[in-house]
């Protein structure tokens, strides 16, 4: 089986599977027409959604796509094929996501930021500071990341709350509610933290009327998709108070324009997408395991059914 790896981190994946697996055939190269003659010949493929989106557009097709991002978006857009199985990354990102999380609760709780103003103004800070434990964390996305992020905060003794597309009972959350919950829940919540695939039912999602309702003491992480915040909402809510502050690591477009108002939004920090990276062992894994079950005729991890678009 011919495997096309089209990925900046090229070299570093077919090291990982070079003699992994006695059927893979691995072809990769780091110029973009040698890629394009190799997918003529190749049914599966593995790499990064931009690459490969422009593979597509070329007109060629695999059976088989292994995204190694959790994003698969560039690979919906209008015009390009449907008619092959595509995975996208699951199962990867857990230990990551939480922990870039929860550097940022307890940033906040700890006030990190402002300790470090009071250090350069010379100013001796002993604010007492309080503790995770009994805030109430609601996580808008309780797919296989937002679990993995709520098994990860739950030693910390916070109060897990969830959206989902449908209300639902899910370990370790209190409750989960549907979508058409969120405005009463952010109102109830410490934290708000948006883990959102893009999709057209959460486009602009966090808007006026939504951040009016937040609870003005909390803190909204946006490590999701950009698409899902109405950008100058966002900036008049921090100005009104309605936010307490955001760290924002996804955006609309990336990298953010320089003249772009979150650069100087106050009580705004920007993470330049770097919540969740891939791991390329963990990731090489991953599509092990694919491989075997493409193989083998059986279901997938991660398949993305096209009609949801995750």
Same mark, same amino acid.
């Given at each position: 089986?011919?495997?096309?790896?089209?990925?900046?981190?090229?070299?570093?994946?077919?090291?990982?599977?070079?003699?992994?697996?006695?059927?893979?055939?691995?072809?990769?190269?780091?110029?973009?027409?040698?890629?394009?003659?190799?997918?003529?010949?190749?049914?599966?493929?593995?790499?990064?959604?931009?690459?490969?989106?422009?593979?597509?557009?070329?007109?060629?097709?695999?059976?088989?796509?292994?995204?190694?991002?959790?994003?698969?978006?560039?690979?919906?857009?209008?015009?390009?094929?449907?008619?092959?199985?595509?995975?996208?990354?699951?199962?990867?990102?857990?230990?990551?996501?939480?922990?870039?999380?929860?550097?940022?609760?307890?940033?906040?709780?700890?006030?990190?930021?402002?300790?470090?103003?009071?250090?350069?103004?010379?100013?001796?800070?002993?604010?007492?500071?309080?503790?995770?434990?009994?805030?109430?964390?609601?996580?808008?996305?309780?797919?296989?990341?937002?679990?993995?992020?709520?098994?990860?905060?739950?030693?910390?003794?916070?109060?897990?709350?969830?959206?989902?597309?449908?209300?639902?009972?899910?370990?370790?959350?209190?409750?989960? $509610? $549907?979508?058409?919950?969120?405005?009463?829940?952010?109102?109830?919540?410490?934290?708000?933290?948006?883990?959102?695939?893009?999709?057209?039912?959460?486009?602009?999602?966090?808007?006026?009327?939504?951040?009016?309702?937040?609870?003005?003491?909390?803190?909204?992480?946006?490590? $999701?998709?950009?698409?899902?915040?109405?950008?100058?909402?966002?900036?008049?809510?921090?100005?009104?108070?309605?936010?307490?502050?955001?760290?924002?690591?996804?955006?609309?477009?990336?990298?953010?324009?320089?003249?772009?108002?979150?650069?100087?939004?106050?009580?705004?920090?920007?993470?330049?997408?770097?919540?969740?990276?891939?791991?390329?062992?963990?990731?090489?894994?991953?599509?092990?395991?694919?491989?075997?079950?493409?193989?083998?005729?059986?279901?997938?991890?991660?398949?993305?059914?096209?009609?949801?678009?995750?």
């Amino acid at each position: 089986m011919r495997v096309l790896i089209a990925e900046q981190d090229f070299a570093t994946y077919a090291r990982l599977l070079d003699g992994q697996h006695a059927a893979l055939d691995i072809l990769t190269s780091d110029d973009s027409a040698v890629l394009a003659e190799h997918a003529a010949h190749c049914d599966v493929w593995l790499g990064q959604p931009d690459l490969l989106a422009c593979l597509l557009r070329q007109g060629h097709r695999p059976k088989w796509l292994q995204s190694t991002w959790a994003g698969i978006t560039l690979l919906l857009a209008d015009g390009l094929p449907r008619d092959y199985r595509l995975t996208r990354a699951v199962g990867i990102f857990g230990q990551v996501m939480a922990e870039y999380v929860l550097t940022y609760l307890l940033n906040h709780e700890r006030s990190v930021l402002s300790r470090l103003v009071s250090q350069v103004e010379r100013k001796w800070d002993n604010r007492q500071p309080p503790s995770l434990r009994g805030r109430r964390v609601l996580l808008v996305g309780v797919g296989d990341i937002g679990q993995s992020v709520a098994r990860f905060l739950l030693p910390f003794g916070v109060e897990l709350y969830g959206v989902a597309t449908t209300a639902r009972e899910l370990a370790p959350f209190k409750a989960v $509610g $549907g979508l058409d919950a969120l405005g009463a829940m952010v109102g109830e919540a410490d934290y708000v933290i948006n883990l959102l695939p893009d999709t057209p039912h959460t486009e602009d999602l966090y808007n006026a009327e939504l951040f009016a309702r937040f609870n003005p003491e909390a803190l909204f992480i946006n490590a $999701g998709r950009g698409s899902a915040v109405v950008d100058a909402d966002l900036v008049e809510a921090l100005k009104k108070g309605h936010v307490a502050g955001a760290v924002i690591d996804v955006c609309r477009q990336e990298p953010l324009p320089q003249r772009h108002p979150f650069w100087t939004a106050w009580g705004l920090l920007l993470t330049g997408h770097s919540a969740g990276p891939t791991s390329p062992p963990l990731m090489a894994e991953l599509f092990l395991r694919n491989c075997a079950a493409y193989l083998a005729g059986e279901p997938l991890q991660g398949e993305v059914d096209f009609a949801k678009g995750y």
